[in-house]
Nanobody, 118 residues
Framework: VQLQASGGGTVQLGGSLRLSCVAS????????MAWFRQAPGKEREFVSA????????SYADSVKGRFTVSKDKFKNTIYLQMNSLKPDDTALYYC????????????WGQGTLVTVSS
């Protein structure tokens, strides 16, 4: 599966952005999806995940209550709605996919940059 992330940009403290990740090449419903991010000088970290059905969602503690992940199966797309953004949210955001039953995310998009200024 190929993944294409978009929607990054520069916002001020407290602003909002919505990231999108379009999947192509395989049956979308067979993949669990997730968002990760990597800030400058830091390791990549988990942000949020959504299961195959789009029902079960999980979030890193640092984004709970501010970020919302969703899935549109008809558009083969997942979204990450990010509200109340902070400078600490500044990072390159990646979407990832793993096939049903897989333990690791095997497929990665190219990343979209989010910059939050204070």
């Amino acid at each position: 599966v190929q993944l294409q992330a978009s929607g990054g940009g520069t916002v001020q403290l407290g602003g909002s952005l919505r990231l999108s990740c379009v999947a192509s090449g395989r049956t979308f419903s067979n993949y669990a999806m997730a968002w990760f991010r990597q800030a400058p000088g830091k390791e990549r970290e988990f942000v949020s995940a959504i299961d195959l059905s789009g029902v079960t969602k999980s979030y890193a503690d640092s984004v709970k209550g501010r970020f919302t992940v969703s899935k549109d199966k008809f558009k083969n797309t997942i979204y990450l709605q990010m509200n109340s953004l902070k400078p600490d949210d500044t990072a390159l955001y990646y979407c990832a996919a793993k096939l049903r039953g897989a333990s690791e995310y095997e497929h990665w998009g190219q990343g979209t940059l989010v910059t939050v200024s204070s």
